[in-house]
T-cell receptor, first 114, second 114 residues
Framework: AQTVTQSQPEMSVQEAETVTLSCTYD???????LFWYKQPPSRQMILVIR??????QNATENRFSVNFQKAAKSFSLKISDSQLGDTAMYFC???????????FGTGTLLAVQP | DVKVTQSSRYLVKRTGEKVFLECVQD?????MFWYRQDPGLGLRLIYF???????EKGDIPEGYSVSREKKERFSLILESASTNQTSMYLC?????????????FGSGTRLTVV
């Protein structure tokens, strides 16, 4: 069975600085997908970034980028030039195999300090 | 803009009541999901459905049931609400495709059982 681990329950970063959120996963699948979701306080969960495991190139979306290390089963999220609006809970998720379900980590609460 | 709509943002119910949480999506997605979100536990899957009238148990189905009579609507039912079901409930939908597309989430329903 697949598992997703986020070992940082809470993190803090100063505005305009860079922060990296960690995620590791375990799977025996070769083809799969990885996601980072953002849940701002009292607001809807939205997709931040998606990575296809068969692509070696790391996905980027504006200030958000990932460091995907397939052999190490690691999928970290880097947020550059942090903004106050980046304050949120961030969830890492795994999708693949014979199921349509996503497996989520326990989340990292990121606080961006002014 | 694509949407997943949950009928209530906040709900307070009494112990023993039958509770219905409604979720509607307008994206013609095959898959729909119900999760509960609790601090430190992340998102835990209650039930999901990959087609009309089809349902499968997730990781924590006890005390819950679901109904999917139409493709766009997926209802979560608490047969007899208990205080340990106080939680945030998230509905999500996705295209069929072995976890490759990720989810679109609703805004969540924060249920308090007193």
């Amino acid at each position: 069975a697949q598992t997703v681990t986020q070992s940082q329950p809470e993190m803090s970063v100063q505005e305009a600085e860079t922060v990296t959120l960690s995620c590791t996963y375990d799977t025996s699948e070769n083809n799969y997908y990885l996601f980072w979701y953002k849940q701002p306080p009292s607001r809807q969960m939205i997709l931040v970034i998606r990575q296809e495991a068969y692509k070696q190139q790391n996905a980027t979306e504006n200030r958000f980028s990932v460091n995907f290390q397939k052999a190490a089963k690691s999928f970290s999220l880097k947020i550059s030039d942090s903004q106050l609006g980046d304050t949120a809970m961030y969830f890492c998720a795994f999708g693949g195999g014979a199921t349509n379900k996503l497996i989520f980590g326990t989340g990292t609460l990121l606080a961006v300090q002014p | 803009d694509v949407k997943v709509t949950q009928s209530s943002r906040y709900l307070v119910k009494r112990t023993g009541e039958k509770v219905f949480l409604e979720c509607v999506q307008d994206m013609d997605h095959e898959n729909m999901f119900w999760y509960r979100q609790d601090p430190g536990l992340g998102l835990r899957l209650i039930y999901f459905s990959y087609d009309v009238k089809m349902k499968e148990k997730g990781d924590i189905p006890e005390g819950y049931s679901v109904s999917r009579e139409k493709k766009e609507r997926f209802s979560l039912i608490l047969e007899s609400a208990s205080t340990n079901q106080t939680s945030m409930y998230l509905c999500a939908s996705s295209l069929a495709g072995q976890g490759s597309y990720g989810y679109t989430f609703g805004s969540g329903t924060r249920l308090t059982v007193v």
